[in-house]
């Protein structure tokens, strides 16, 4: 049974930062390609993050690029989302993904996308 949990959110102050992890289990951690993603009331999910399996290829939207660095630890079966400089716009449910992809592929479209976490809120206030 896969499965992804997220943690790590909760309340912060615009300017601050915060740290997500994502568990998985029930996987070959490492030869998934991982994502972020979050999604605001009334709006459609959007991708926030993606690493590939090894952590070589990384790739960033511009709304969160040089604020947020996503990595992982394969002995660990966990990645990161390290939020810095955060916004009152990056207030959303964060959720990871998990895509089996070739080596050092990075993996941007939601539907591709096969596993996902239930999510965990991050409240940016001003």
């Known amino acids: 049974q896969v499965q992804l949990v997220e943690s790590g959110g909760g309340l912060v102050q615009a300017g601050g930062s915060l740290r997500l992890s994502c568990a998985a289990s029930?996987?070959?951690?490492?030869?998934?390609?991982m994502g972020w993603f979050r999604q605001s009331p009334g709006k459609e999910r959007e991708f926030v993050a993606a690493?590939?399996?090894?952590?070589?290829?990384?790739y960033y939207p511009d709304s969160v690029k040089g604020r947020f660095t996503i990595s992982r630890d394969n002995a660990k079966s966990t990645v990161y989302l390290q939020m810095n400089s955060l916004k009152p716009e990056d207030t959303a449910v964060y959720y990871c993904?998990?895509?089996?992809?070739?080596?050092?592929?990075?993996?941007?479209?939601?539907?591709?996308?096969?596993?996902w976490g239930q999510g965990t809120q991050v409240f940016v206030s001003s």
């Open positions: 690493i590939s399996w090894s952590g070589r290829s990384t």
């Open positions: 029930g996987l070959t951690f490492s030869s998934y390609a």
């Open positions: 993904a998990a895509d089996r992809a070739p080596p050092d592929v990075v993996v941007t479209r939601t539907w591709l996308y096969d596993y």
